[in-house]
């Protein structure tokens, strides 16, 4: 309770400042206007069509990708980790992939992709799948033998070891994974969206309306939305991790 | 004692993970040479306009940036152009989010009112992506380093932030206790128990930022620069150059390799006693 008291008296406190700031002068309003203004036109913005146009394309490319990246990852994933010689081999190569920055793709994917839309996703998926394969093949790695060999004496078949053992023993790890990559494959979104306008979505709202700096209150708020998104999907991992698996400390494997 | 047994131990422990060490790094680095290798088959047989082969990405990197004259140490303008800039905004805007989220998170992590205060905002801002920012910051600030500088900076402060809050909330109660009887003032005690105990979690932290320091140096230069590798690949872009775009995501894959075990080196340098307190315990 106290807790909830202090929470609400430290965000009003900072939206009053920025407020304070935003109509003191010591700011050009036009540039950077105060909270009151920005969240009038958040209003009107979730009246207007297209606006929710973007808002549904920036969160559908970001769940397709997801999608994809996961179907990808998962299953690799646990080949690399059950069988340790593709493993190694793997490891090494992605050991070196790794580093470089998704964003440097970029401007690669968007030549080579021709349609934005399909440049964001596959971006998106290339970004997301790593530390969702990461995690399972490390996941597959540290289950423990006994569970295996327990199962093993059980005469379990494959798919059954698959689905009633091995399954349920990565979930954590796995789903630390795709946490980890669905803030990155949203980054991704964003930028794409942000350098590219005919990608439509939020990141090609804000910057239409920031160009130039003429509707810098609609650029902000789009801003804002972006961070609600963010929020959101950080809010129902964090949930989901819980809910799901919360016999298992899964941030482990990172 | 059986010659086997002999045998074993003359092999002691440490020369053996040695040993294993050197083959494993050896065994990397093949396994990345038949990569290449298998690579540069591929793509000399698709003829894919839009990969081209490693030999030729290569000569285009030694092309751009080992082509200088000797006075320079064979380094062509290039990199004093564009390469040296970018890592100075990237180390530049990590350092100083660096900073300033282990302070502040020293103070939040030791006072539960000012994390209660502040924990909303910032788990709030964190959730922004920060490319979203861009064309805000593109208005708010000059192009160039100071709006790149802004973007790296806000982009990165969050794990470094958290994880130092994280890091000095969970001190142990005994070392609390210890210190207060020695009556420190809060910022000695914040500098000389809370920042060391906290190490391992900031240098995590700091990991994390480092990377994505990288990601939002490269975005920000595609967006608002004048130079920078970002903004010579977005020039490349427009000359359809496909080898220079490649170029240069070699050249950020590289950077992002070195930095990262540059950064784990100093981190064993710095925290080596507390992962090797930790082997000892067992933990």
């Known amino acids: 309770m106290k807790r909830l008291v202090r929470n609400t008296i430290g965000t009003v406190g900072v939206l009053a400042v920025c407020e304070l700031v935003g109509r003191s002068g010591l700011v050009n309003p036009n540039q950077l206007p105060p909270p009151s203004v920005i969240g009038a036109r958040l209003v009107e913005m979730f009246n207007d069509y297209e606006f929710s146009v973007d808002v549904v394309e920036t969160i559908s490319s970001w769940a397709i990708s997801m999608v994809i990246a996961t179907l990808i990852a998962v299953p690799l994933g646990i080949l690399f980790g059950s069988v340790p010689a593709v493993g190694k081999v793997t490891s090494a190569i992605v050991e070196f992939l790794r580093p470089i920055p ?7 994917a968007l030549i080579a992709f021709g349609d934005s839309v399909d440049a964001k996703i596959a971006l998106a998926v290339f970004g997301a799948v790593w530390p969702i394969l990461f995690n399972t093949v490390h ?3 540290d289950i423990d033998p006994v569970q295996i060999n327990t199962a093993k004496a059980f005469n379990l078949t494959r798919r059954q070891m698959l689905t009633q053992v091995k399954l ?12 980890i990559s669905a803030s990155i494959a949203l980054i991704l979104v964003v930028s794409t969206e942000v350098l590219a306008g005919s990608a439509g979505g939020l990141g090609s709202f804000i910057t239409e309306t920031g160009t130039g ?14 961070g609600v998104i963010g929020f959101a999907i950080n809010l129902i991992f964090e949930w989901a991790q819980r809910r799901w698996v919360n016999w298992s400390d899964g941030d482990r494997a990172r | 004692m059986t010659v086997t047994e002999r045998k074993e131990k003359k092999v002691t422990p440490d020369t053996r993970a040695r040993r294993g060490r050197a083959i494993g790094f050896l065994g990397k680095w093949a396994v990345f040479a038949g990569f290449i290798a298998a690579w540069q088959v591929a793509t000399t047989l698709a003829e894919a306009p839009y990969f081209p082969t490693p030999s030729t990405i290569g000569e285009t990197m030694v092309d751009l940036w080992l082509s200088g004259p000797a006075s320079q140490l064979w380094l062509s303008d290039a990199v004093f152009d564009d390469v040296v800039p970018s890592l100075l905004r990237l180390l530049g805007g990590w350092a100083a989010a660096g900073v300033v989220g282990v302070v502040l998170g020293l103070m939040m992590g030791r006072s539960e009112k000012l994390y209660d205060y502040f924990s909303p ?5 964190r959730s922004v992506p920060p490319p979203a920012l861009l064309p805000v910051f593109l208005v708010l600030f000059p192009i160039g380093t100071p709006m790149q500088l802004a973007t790296i900076i806000f982009g990165v402060i969050w794990p470094v932030l958290l994880n130092t809050i994280d890091g000095a909330h ?3 109660e005994t070392v609390v206790e210890t210190t207060r009887s020695m009556r420190l003032s809060k910022p000695r005690f914040l500098a000389t128990v ?10 995590a932290g700091l990991r994390v930022s480092l990377s994505l320091a990288l990601i939002l140096m490269v975005i920000s230069e595609l967006v ?5 590798i970002g903004y010579q690949m977005i020039m490349a872009q427009r000359d359809f150059s496909l080898p220079k775009m490649w170029a240069g995501i070699v050249l950020l894959g590289i950077l992002g390799y070195v930095l990262n075990v540059l950064l784990l080196v100093i981190q064993n340098r710095v925290i080596g006693w507390h992962t090797r307190s930790k082997s000892l315990t067992g933990r």
């Open chain 1, 102 to 108: 998704s964003v440097a793709m970029i401007p690669l």
């Open chain 2, 170 to 172: 969970t001190l142990d």
């Open chain 1, 168 to 179: 349920p023993a990565i979930a954590p790890f796995v789903l630390t994974g795709v946490r």
């Open chain 2, 224 to 228: 608002g620069s004048t130079n920078g």
């Open chain 1, 139 to 141: 996941a597959i790695g």
């Open chain 2, 194 to 203: 809370v920042l060391p105990a906290a190490l391992p979690k900031i240098f």
């Open chain 2, 121 to 125: 905002t910032i788990s709030f801002l």
């Open chain 1, 213 to 226: 700096g003429a509707q810098m209150d609609l650029a902000i708020a789009g801003t804002f939305v972006a």
